[in-house]
């Protein structure tokens, strides 16, 4: 068996924050893990969930009232579960416990904006914010929406909505007209907070004239915040009388202590939105509680961020990551947000941030990772990284080669975790263990009071075998409904169609040989030529290792009462497809897979559709291979690359 990839110090562990929880559950509530491993605790927090969620209640200081015992009740439903029905809390409260001078959030807008904020003005503009909604007529329960980059004004705003009660939705500037209204129409928000322009790759974009088109069609709307951010005052006449400036709509008000409405543990707080490629989007209404609870525990125990921590995750609001970091704050960890191109005006920017900034986490999406080792670049050569401790990637599964690249070019003492959850539970199901190994291509561990296990077709339990991901008992941050759903059966077909009573997560994985996780990519996409299942990610392993290829997808194609395997690939710049290179790509995936996963076809595109939050779009493409329509296209960054896709010649034969 090949060695791990990296291994943390006797003296990492020590300090690390999950040792400390093990030391207080023995001293404090009662609880002696006799060989105190990673695997000691997870079983555990299984075996006694309601102990558990409640010592990381106590142990990360959650501010509000927990209420008295049961913790939990109808511990055996799911969905069904109540998690402490007894419960008094805040969110907002939660994360603006920490009031001093020290950095709150650092803020880099690709190289045009660069600023910081402490806590105690953090504090303050949450106060202003607060009550500025509050005039605004906005009260608990009602929805404000986001349209905006990741820049301070969207942390202020989430957290001045969620301090009265209200519900927060956010979606990313580079969506489209129809790709706000399908989410935001949904939902019909009172509040409207949007930037006037942004920067992306060294240009400005305007988003006044989109700001009109989206104001006219959303009737419930009853003021639109306009922030600066590539102009001081954008002329807001083409807007109308609901628009005001963010600086002039806080301006009325003085800081001071700030009104927390204390609600109910399951209050909603965040609406967040399916992929949508497949139709309009679905609206997931999760609760503030198992939201803070779950990212507590991501934050302090798995990802061992805690004070004067400097957390990073490259996210837009338009993806769960975004609220993932945000969170950060409950831990009094600094938020650094970057919002632009990774690429601009090169490939170091974000390395740049990391050693100016003293960032601790560096989050990241797999196709970041791989996009540096295609570019040949070599953080490790050019920039110290002495404070980066964790590297996370996410987005979709990192290979083995992905591993090595970043412990070859970017680290060596790093804990590099791939994490893997979703929007459905705004959180994780597999994570980081900071005291453990990472072997590569595997995901550490499955996370603490989750109860993940591997299912056949027939639903039983597997190891070291391919099958659906699923969690077999309730976990907090389940969503408590969807939007507009009143008899839960959207709900209930998303995840409990599958197998009765078990959360079916659509994720088609293995569980290892060292009680990791790997993932092969989405259930709904994997292949079945001949009846064998094959998950995409291992056709992308063996392509992407060849130089020629940037990046590839691959679909199933119904053909002669089969399933073929069809490639697409896009090559550097310069390059052709010929037989050569296609004959090199099937020697490469039949020397390191199966027969049964050469493809049948091969096709050159000069552009892979993708969502907002960079995943790439096997349904889409498979769809329009099959000459259906794709319902939503909005919910695509790069839409018109759905073309080279279309009535392709090479596959009607």
């Not at 045009?112 to 504090?123: D, N, T």
């Not at 080792?373 to 080669?401: C, F, N, Q, W, Y």
């Not at 994490?419 to 072997?439: K, R």
Request: hydrophobic share 40%; proline share 6%; charged share 20%.
């Amino acid at each position: 068996m090949s060695a791990p990839l990296w291994q943390p110090s006797a003296e990492r562990i020590a300090a690390a924050t999950i040792t400390r929880f093990m030391d207080w559950l023995d001293r404090s509530a009662g609880v002696s893990l006799p060989g105190r491993t990673y695997a000691d605790l997870y079983g555990w927090s299984l075996a006694e969930p309601a102990r558990f969620w409640s010592a990381v209640w106590d142990f990360c200081g959650v501010v509000g009232d927990k209420g008295a015992e049961p913790w939990l009740v109808d511990g055996d439903r799911m969905p069904g579960a109540q998690w402490f029905p007894g419960a008094r809390l805040n969110f907002a409260e939660n994360l603006l416990r920490r009031r001093d001078q020290a950095d709150a959030m650092v803020f880099w807008g690709e190289a045009e904006v660069r600023r910081r904020m402490s806590f105690a003005e953090l504090h303050d503009a949450v106060s202003q914010a607060a009550q500025a909604l509050r005039q605004a007529g906005v009260g608990t329960g009602d929805r404000v929406a986001g349209y905006m980059p990741n820049m301070p004004e969207t942390v202020i705003a989430m957290l001045a909505a969620a301090s009265i009660g209200a519900i927060w939705s956010s979606s990313s500037p580079d969506f489209g007209v129809q790709g706000v209204l399908d989410r935001f129409g949904q939902i019909e928000p009172k509040v409207l907070v949007a930037a006037e322009g942004y920067y992306y790759g060294g240009k400005t974009f305007d988003q006044t004239g989109k700001l009109a088109q989206i104001l006219d069609r959303l009737p419930t709307v009853e003021r639109l915040v306009v922030v600066a951010y590539t102009r001081e005052r954008a002329p807001l006449d083409a807007l109308g009388p609901r628009a005001v400036h963010w600086a002039d709509f806080l301006a009325p008000h003085a800081p001071g202590p700030i009104a927390f409405a204390r609600l109910p543990f399951d209050h909603p707080l965040f609406i967040m939105y399916s992929s949508g490629t497949t139709g309009v989007p679905k609206c997931i209404v999760h609760g503030a509680g198992g939201t803070l609870l779950q990212h507590l525990k991501e934050h302090r125990l798995h990802t061992d961020v805690g004070r004067d921590d400097r957390a990073f995750y490259f996210t837009t609001c338009g993806w769960m990551m975004w609220n993932w970091l945000v969170s950060a704050l409950a831990a009094e960890a600094t938020l650094l947000l970057y919002d632009g191109s990774p690429f601009h005006p090169d490939g170091n920017v974000l390395w740049d941030l990391a050693d100016t900034e003293r960032m601790t986490l560096f989050g990241t999406s797999a196709k970041y990772i791989d996009a540096l080792a295609k570019a040949g670049l070599e953080p490790m050569a050019t920039h110290d990284l002495a404070t980066v401790r964790t590297i996370t990637s996410t987005g979709s599964p990192l290979a083995p080669e992905g591993f090595e690249y970043v412990y070859r070019a970017i680290k060596r003492d790093v804990c590099l975790s791939s994490i893997s959850g979703g929007t459905d539970i705004v959180s994780c199901f597999a994570l980081g263990n900071p005291i453990g190994p990472v072997w590569a291509g595997e995901l550490q561990v499955r996370g603490l009071g989750m109860r993940v296990e591997v299912f056949d077709d027939d639903g039983q339990p597997v190891r070291e075998q391919k099958g659906e991901l699923v969690c077999t008992a309730p976990f907090p941050c389940m969503p408590i409904h969807f939007w507009n759903d009143p008899d839960g059966a959207k709900y209930h077909a998303a995840y409990f169609d599958r197998f009765p009573g078990i959360w079916c997560h659509g994720d088609y994985v293995e569980l290892t040989a060292h009680d990791g996780l790997v993932i092969y990519g989405r259930s709904d996409a994997v292949l079945n030529p001949g009846g064998v299942r094959i998950g995409t990610a291992e056709i992308y392993r063996q392509v992407e290792q060849l130089p020629e290829v940037v990046e590839s997808l691959v679909v199933g194609q119904d053909w002669d009462h089969d399933v073929r395997v069809v490639l697409f690939v896009r090559l550097r710049e310069g390059l052709t497809l010929d037989q050569a290179l296609a004959d090199r790509i099937r020697r490469q995936i039949r020397a390191n897979a199966t027969p049964r996963h050469v493809p049948a076809r091969i096709l050159q595109v000069t552009d892979i559709p993708r969502t907002k939050s960079g995943k790439i779009v096997e349904l889409a493409v498979r769809n329009v291979v099959h000459g259906r329509p794709v319902k939503n296209v909005e919910a695509l960054a790069n839409p018109e690359a759905l073309a080279q896709f279309r009535d392709r010649p090479e596959l009607t034969a």
